[in-house]
Antibody
Framework: EVQLEQSGAEVRKPGESLRISCKGSGDMFASYWIAWVRQMPEKGLEWMGMIYPSDSDTRYSPAFQGQVTFSADKSTNTAYLQWSSLKASDTAVYYC???????????WGQGTLVTVSS | DIQLTQSPSFLSASVGDRVTITCRASQDIRNALAWFQQKPGKAPKLQISAASTLHSGVPSRFSGSGSGTDFTLTISSLQPEDFATYYCQQIHMYPLTFGGGTKVEIQ
C-alpha cells in the first residue's frame, strides 16, 4: 500500500528556518512526482509545486517561487519542504501528495502543521 | 493562471438528497479536472480524475462530468459520511490550481 508519512507539528518564531519531511513507502519515489499543498487556517487548498525525487527536477507555483525550497533524498524515499526565513503568514498545514500524471494527487500524507509566532 | 470557480460555496442538504456541485474554469482545460473530498482535520482524498473517472474505492454514488470549462460533481444519494468540503483542481496547465471549495453540511 502506498503511504506518505510526514514529520510532526512545528512551532517557530518569525525569521527562523525550518525543514519538514515526507517519507514514502516502497518504490513510489522512483517514478512519481511529489507535490506540496498548503492549507492556511480555515482556508482552501493551494498547490505549491512539486519535485521529481529521481533527479530532483522541480516545478514551483509562481506564488511560492523563491519563498520555499523543495528537495529530496531518493536513497531514503524522502522529500523535503524548506523555509530559510519564516513569516507569520506561513502558518498553515502543509501536505505532501503523490502526483500521478493524468490523474492528479492520488495519495496524501497526513499533513504537517507549521505555526509561526513570536 | 487558470481560475476555477466553484458553486455553491456552501450547501445544506439531507441524507438521501441528490447533490450537484459545479466548477467553472477560466479557460478550456479539456477533461483535465479532479475532485477531492476533505473532512475536518484530515487530508484531502481524490474522488474523481480526468473529469469523470472514479478513483479506486470511491462509492459509485459519486460521479463527475463535463469538459472544456464546465464540470459537475454529483452525489446521487447523500450519505452521512459524505458531509465534507469538496474541491476541484485543474491539471491542464501549470500552476495547477484548486477551486475555492464547497462545504456540504447536514440540513
Amino acid at each position: 500500500e502506498v503511504q506518505l508519512e510526514q514529520s510532526g507539528a512545528e512551532v517557530r518564531k518569525p525569521g527562523e528556518s525550518l525543514r519538514i519531511s515526507c517519507k514514502g513507502s516502497g518504490d513510489m519515489f522512483a517514478s512519481y512526482w511529489i507535490a506540496w499543498v498548503r492549507q492556511m487556517p480555515e482556508k482552501g487548498l493551494e498547490w505549491m509545486g512539486m519535485i521529481y525525487p529521481s533527479d530532483s527536477d522541480t516545478r514551483y507555483s509562481p506564488a511560492f517561487q523563491g519563498q520555499v525550497t523543495f528537495s529530496a533524498d531518493k536513497s531514503t524515499n524522502t522529500a523535503y519542504l524548506q523555509w530559510s526565513s519564516l513569516k507569520a503568514s506561513d502558518t498553515a498545514v502543509y501536505y505532501c501528495a503523490r502526483w500521478a500524471v493524468g490523474i492528479s494527487l492520488d495519495f496524501w500524507g497526513q499533513g504537517t502543521l507549521v505555526t509561526v509566532s513570536s | 493562471d487558470i481560475q476555477l470557480t466553484q458553486s455553491p460555496s456552501f450547501l445544506s442538504a439531507s441524507v438521501g438528497d441528490r447533490v450537484t456541485i459545479t466548477c467553472r474554469a477560466s479557460q478550456d482545460i479539456r477533461n483535465a479536472l479532479a475532485w477531492f473530498q476533505q473532512k475536518p482535520g484530515k487530508a484531502p482524498k481524490l474522488q474523481i480524475s480526468a473529469a469523470s473517472t472514479l478513483h479506486s474505492g470511491v462509492p459509485s454514488r459519486f460521479s463527475g462530468s463535463g469538459s472544456g470549462t464546465d464540470f459537475t460533481l454529483t452525489i446521487s444519494s447523500l450519505q452521512p459520511e459524505d458531509f465534507a468540503t469538496y474541491y476541484c483542481q485543474q491539471i491542464h496547465m501549470y500552476p495547477l490550481t484548486f477551486g475555492g471549495g464547497t462545504k456540504v453540511e447536514i440540513q
